[in-house]
């Protein structure tokens, strides 16, 4: 196993003067703490509208959620590097995309004002319907050994055409408010409607977007377990509060 103390990573945050809907950029200071408090060394790079992104210099990619509008802007300037983006993908690079993010990886928005292109990365897609999915929701994740918890609140319902998805719903709307699935899960890329934000609630998918960093930069990698005592207490207050049978789900998980 590779010795962390010389380990770093580089975060390439997106747009996140444009895409920080419901506080994403806390994913972010989530990822970061977590490493720092493991002697990992991270840095941050934002990257803003107009400026040019190279994707060669990232470890972990995140792409916030926004409104219809910023999101359309996001895509246009994200075409500029779309190709760039695919091979990071493709490369098994580790991309977390919330909300619009998450619309945007596909192959369109269509709402009721017109569509909005999607980069094509994924092959799914995202249809406007009357109403929104807005509250807390619960998922069942095979990447988590506890209950992904976050807040989702979308007009958009995203359809996956077969793909995998990131978690099975116990409570929520999900994609769609049918299929009970949320979310996506293509190599190390997540897509997700999950803000609130999804990391620092979530423990160990932070993680899980760590390791698979560090072991696509150094081989094969045993993260130090943390303190969570209090991310634990908390995500168990969610899961007792929106789930009847939280113990049967916990020995699932």
């Known amino acids: ?19 920080n809907l419901y506080g994403d950029r806390g994913n ?46 996001a895509g246009r300037n994200l075409k500029k590097a779309r190709q760039q983006f695919c091979d990071y993908i493709e490369d098994h690079g580790v991309v977390i995309a919330v909300c619009g993010g998450y619309q945007l990886l596909g192959k369109y928005y269509q709402t009721k004002a017109g569509m909005i292109e999607g980069l094509g990365l994924l092959d799914i897609y995202t249809q406007q319907e009357e109403g929104r999915l807005i509250g807390n929701i619960v998922l069942d994740s095979e990447l988590s050994d506890l209950p992904v918890v976050g807040f989702e609140n979308h007009g958009g319902r995203t359809f996956l055409n077969g793909c995998r998805p990131f978690g099975r719903v116990l409570h929520g709307a999900g994609n769609d408010g049918r299929s009970g699935y949320e979310g996506v899960v293509y190599k190390n890329v997540i897509g997700t409607y999950l803000h609130g934000p999804l990391l620092p609630k979530n423990p160990r998918i932070c993680d899980y977007l760590i390791e698979k960093a560090l072991e696509r930069k150094y081989g094969p990698v ?6 969570d005592r209090l991310e634990m207490a908390a995500n168990e207050a969610v899961c007792r509060r929106f789930l009847k049978s939280w113990k049967s789900v916990m020995a699932v998980g």
Request: charge should be negative; aromatic fraction near 8%.
């Open 1 to 19: 196993m590779k010795d962390r103390s010389d380990m770093k990573i580089t975060i390439g945050h997106l747009y996140p003067d444009l895409l």
């Open 28 to 73: 972010v200071a989530c990822m970061v703490r977590r490493c720092l408090w493991r002697g990992i060394w991270a840095e941050t790079v934002e990257c803003g509208i107009g400026e040019p992104i190279d994707f060669s210099r990232f470890d972990i990619v995140l792409l916030g959620g926004g409104s219809d509008r910023e999101q359309m802007i």
């Open 222 to 227: 045993s993260l130090k377990k943390l303190d």
